[in-house]
């Protein structure tokens, strides 16, 4: 199980060390969504600030593998 573990980060750490603004910019689209719902108080993810809860945290999460990688 530790192995499968290890490849599985291998493999993301291969395909994000290019790409290292793709999680930040998906952060912001996320962020961007929730203000779209926000204007249609209607639905649950406009209540809760879902979406902008996760795109904070894949923001931070993004800059912290970028600073890494």
């Known amino acids: 199980m530790l192995q ?4 599985f980060l ?5 395909f994000l060390a290019p ?15 929730n203000f779209i ?5 209607t639905n649950w993810f406009s209540t809760t600030d879902f979406l902008l809860h996760l795109g904070i945290i894949l923001a ?7 600073w890494a990688l």
């Open 4 to 7: 499968s573990i290890n490849r």
């Open 19 to 33: 790409r290292k603004g793709l999680l930040p910019i998906i952060a912001i689209c996320l962020i961007s969504i």
């Open 37 to 41: 719902f926000r204007l249609f108080p």
């Open 10 to 14: 291998d493999k993301i750490s291969e």
């Open 60 to 66: 931070i999460f993004g800059f912290m593998i970028a």
